[in-house]
């Protein structure tokens, strides 16, 4: 599968942002999907994840604000994230896999998007 992020951007504190990431090539529905974020020189991190059939998991650092979901018609996962803060400032990746949910580390995801810039301005 590939995928293709995009929405990222440059936002004010408390803003909100939505992410998307299309998917294509093998059935979309296959995969459990995550979205990860980076800052330089530090590691890739999960921010939230969703199994094939919509269950959802967030991290603690984003739970009540950001929100991932899927549409399987459309082979696309968002990440809508609300109220923004300026540590959420990082390079956000959209990746997938097959096999267990949830999975948290990089390493268990085999397809990644290209990753999109958020910055949140203060």
């Known amino acids: 599968v590939q995928l293709q992020a995009s929405g990222g951007g440059l936002v004010q504190v408390g803003d909100s942002l939505t992410l998307s990431c299309v998917a294509s090539?093998?059935?979309?529905?296959?995969?459990?999907m995550g979205w990860f974020r980076q800052v330089p020189g530090k590691d890739r991190r999960l921010v939230t994840t969703?199994?094939?059939?919509?269950?959802?998991y967030c991290a603690d650092s984003v739970k009540g604000r950001f929100t991932i979901s899927r549409d399987n018609t459309r082979t696309t996962v968002y990440l809508q994230m609300n109220n923004l803060k300026p540590e959420d400032t990082a390079v956000y990746y959209c990746?997938?896999?097959?096999?267990?949910?949830?999975?948290?580390?990089?390493?268990?995801?085999?397809?990644w998007g290209q990753g999109t810039l958020v910055t949140v301005s203060s």
């Open positions: 969703i199994s094939r059939v919509g269950i959802s």
């Open positions: 990746a997938a896999r097959v096999g267990s949910w949830p999975a948290a580390r990089p390493d268990e995801y085999a397809y």
């Open positions: 090539g093998r059935s979309f529905s296959d995969y459990h």
